[in-house]
């Protein structure tokens, strides 16, 4: 089966920087349209960075662009949120998404519904002050 697995969540100092990071298993491929969403506490979930087949392409939410970098290593199945300058409002549970299946921008992926394509678990971000 299709397993994504976050990793690199934890408590952090607001001003830091953190990497988080997922490993894809079981896709047919290796070039699946990725991304990362968050919910907070009582916020709606926000796709906050995605990515395209081969990576040239991003899609970033307003709340991180020019703070979060999405990556990708398609040889490693491997997807990566860098996190530059976190803040309070960074808290949250991270999850990692792909969605094979269909030609989707990372603008798609984004937006897309926590009932398309598949999820992980989540892994916890907690900026403290």
């Known amino acids: 089966q299709v397993r994504l697995a976050e990793s690199g969540g934890e408590l952090v100092q607001a001003g830091a920087s953190l990497r988080l990071s997922c490993i894809e298993s079981?896709?047919?491929?290796?070039?699946?349209?990725m991304g990362w969403f968050r919910q907070g506490p009582g916020k709606e979930l926000e796709g906050v960075a995605c990515?395209?087949?081969?990576?040239?392409?991003?899609y970033y939410a307003d709340s991180v662009k020019g703070r979060f970098t999405i990556s990708r290593d398609n040889a490693k199945n491997a997807l990566y949120l860098q996190m530059t300058n976190l803040t309070l409002e960074d808290t949250a549970t991270y999850y990692c998404?792909?969605?094979?299946?269909?030609?989707?921008?990372?603008?798609?992926?984004?937006?897309?519904?926590?009932?398309?394509?598949?999820w992980g678990l989540g892994t916890q971000v907690t900026v403290s002050s």
């Open positions: 998404v792909a969605r094979p299946q269909g030609s989707w921008t990372p603008y798609d992926i984004c937006f897309m519904s926590r009932l398309s394509g598949f």
């Open positions: 079981g896709l047919t491929r290796d070039d699946t349209p």
């Open positions: 990515i395209g087949r081969s990576g040239s392409r991003t």
